[in-house]
Nanobody
Framework: QVQLVESGGGLVQAGGSLRLSCAAS????????MGWYRQAPGKQRELVAA???????NYADSVKGRFTISRDNAKNTVYLQMNSLKPEDTAVYYC??????????????WGQGTQVTVSS
């Protein structure tokens, strides 16, 4: 059982910053990777950034150099530091945890999403 709770979204002016947090509570599940996805109206959900249990990261080309994903394993929390925000970053941001159930089998869990709105 895994529950993901996102926080930190809101309204910010272009050029500003936000930090998103995703706190995970889990049992019977080993998390291999966590990531942030976003979905804007009329568009498909897309990967923004991901981080593995080993610390490897990858980013969408559109956010490279502006966003940083990090983790705190002791707190079971993943963060997304968002700098130099642009209006096109406006979307609902979702946290995802990927891993393996103790009983066997790979599975993904999703948070409820948090709205990020960037005004010009």
């Amino acid at each position: 059982q895994v529950q993901l709770v996102e926080s930190g979204g809101g309204l910010v002016q272009a050029g500003g910053s936000l930090r998103l947090s995703c706190a995970a509570s889990r049992s019977g599940f080993s998390i291999n990777a966590m990531g942030w996805y976003r979905q804007a109206p009329g568009k498909q959900r897309e990967l923004v950034a991901a981080i593995t249990s080993g610390g490897s990261t990858n980013y969408a080309d559109s956010v490279k150099g502006r966003f940083t994903i990090s983790r705190d394993n002791a707190k079971n929390t993943v963060y997304l530091q968002m700098n130099s925000l642009k209006p096109e970053d406006t979307a609902v941001y979702y946290c995802k945890a990927s891993g393996v159930r103790d009983s066997g089998g790979r599975y993904d869990y999703w948070g409820q999403g948090t709205q990020v709105t960037v005004s010009s």
